[in-house]
């Protein structure tokens, strides 16, 4: 029987049934919020995503939303310190389109980074990580400069164990290590001038989405077109996508770049921030 919005919203109902919460259901929107009575925050689901996982996992797609909704909206409702968690702070990589507030109205800490991307910040809580804002700043009395350091130090220390796909005389590299930072390795500059380094071909980069980073050694025109694919494809795949284009890496620069069918890549429109 194929499942309706209607049947979902009341499965939905059903795991997320809490005294303190509220559920609500946008019937134009098809979108499903659920929320803290008392302070309104809370996580709003779009119930056709949440819909075609379940037909393709069933229910083992409702017990892991479970899992991220309960644990989002947990870490909600806690204050968190970044006195003392310094360890836990990390830079997260976002879609310039990406929100610059809070749903509650403040300001979400972020760096520029290219054209498509900002460098966001979060802290860490083990399952689940909060991002920082302005506020959360001023109350604990950092400022941008120290959290950068902080966050580009835990950075440099992910592990950075690459996997090779040769393909076509190419050779594509992934990091996916599902630990919510994968793509926040392309900020290690390090990691970044070693492969460099060693690249027989052109060098590109690509942050598809959250949980993955992939380097590549482009040495044919064949390769291009087998970057463009992947990337495209990691993009609609991805929890958390970041963006389609792949980057060309020179001069320890990165700027995005549109793959065209057997060709090179042109620089896409806009200027590097």
């Known amino acids: 029987m194929k499942m309706t919005a209607l049947k979902m919203k009341k499965k ?37 995503n949440i819909i075609a996982k379940y037909e393709t996992k069933g229910e083992k797609a409702l017990d892991d939303l479970e899992e991220h909704v309960k644990e989002a909206l947990r870490v909600m409702h806690e204050e968190q310190q970044l006195e003392g968690n310094e360890q836990h702070v990390y830079p997260v990589i976002r879609a310039t389109s990406f929100p610059s507030k809070t749903k509650s109205g403040l300001n979400m800490v972020y760096s520029d980074h290219t054209a498509e991307t900002r460098v966001y910040y979060a802290l860490d809580l083990g399952k689940s990580y909060r991002l920082i804002d302005e506020q959360m700043m001023k109350e604990q009395g950092w400022n941008l400069e120290r959290l950068r350091e902080i966050a580009a130090f835990n950075a440099r220390s992910l592990s950075a164990e690459l996997k090779e796909d040769r393909v076509a005389g190419n050779s594509f590299y992934f990091i996916a290590t599902q630990d919510g930072y994968d793509a926040s390795r392309i900020l290690n500059e390090s990691l970044l001038e070693g492969f460099r380094a060693n690249a027989k ?73």
């Open 201 to 273: 071909g052109e060098v590109l980069v690509a942050v598809p989405h959250q949980d993955v980073l992939i380097l590549a050694d482009i040495e044919n025109k064949t390769g291009y077109d087998i970057l463009a694919q992947m990337t495209m494809k990691y993009f609609a795949e991805g929890r958390v996508p970041i963006t389609s284009l792949p980057f060309i890496y020179e001069e320890k620069k990165l700027e995005p770049v549109f793959i065209m069918a057997r060709n090179r890549p042109e620089s896409a429109k806009g200027e590097e921030k």
């Open 12 to 48: 939905l109902e059903e795991r997320l049934q809490d005294p303190a919460w509220r559920t609500s259901y946008d019937r134009d929107k098809n979108k499903f919020r659920v929320e803290w009575q008392d302070t309104k925050e809370g996580v709003t689901l779009a119930l056709p």
